[in-house]
């Protein structure tokens, strides 16, 4: 599941763009810009590739002109993935990926103060939550262990 989020700091905005596992809830992997441009889609797909192959896995987005844009469905078809789109004003379609934005906000975002943060100094400490948060972040959902032991218990992987 793909989607973009943002974030508001002192000199300008960051944009997320991850591709999330839909069993796990944790990203595959992901993409951070200052530009909400379809390069950081497209590149985070071109990861999804190199971590999951030619898998034929469904990638469900919302309309977002980044998903319907020539780049992006070539890929898709170049890469043997299936398109999956919300339907319009059906947001709860893409609930994973805003279900796991809300969490990201809530524990790294919200109880932050950002106030005298570049950019440039928070991506790294994005980073670092988006690692934590795949090899640390125990679900118990996932038997108490983290999405990446849960992955590497079935031999699948993340970023």
């Known amino acids: 599941m793909a989607d973009i989020t943002e974030f508001s700091l002192r000199d300008g905005e960051v944009y997320l763009s991850p591709m999330i596992d839909c069993f796990t809830g944790c990203p595959i992997n992901w993409t951070i810009g200052k530009s909400p441009n379809s390069l950081l889609t497209t590149d985070m797909l071109d990861k999804t590739y190199e971590i999951a192959g030619d898998s034929g896995m469904v990638i469900h987005s919302d309309r977002g002109f980044h998903y319907r ?91």
Do not use: H
């Open 69 to 159: 844009i020539p780049a992006w469905t070539e890929r898709m078809e170049k890469y043997g993935y299936v398109r999956s789109m919300s339907k319009k004003g059906c947001s709860p379609d893409n609930s994973a990926c805003e279900g796991f934005f809300g969490t990201m906000k809530n524990e790294f975002y919200y109880p932050n103060d950002w106030a005298s943060v570049s950019t440039d100094e928070f991506i790294p400490q994005l980073e670092k939550y988006l690692v934590w948060f795949c090899d640390k972040r125990i679900k118990a959902r996932l038997g108490n262990t983290s999405s990446r032991e849960y992955l590497l218990e079935y031999g699948k992987t993340v970023q």
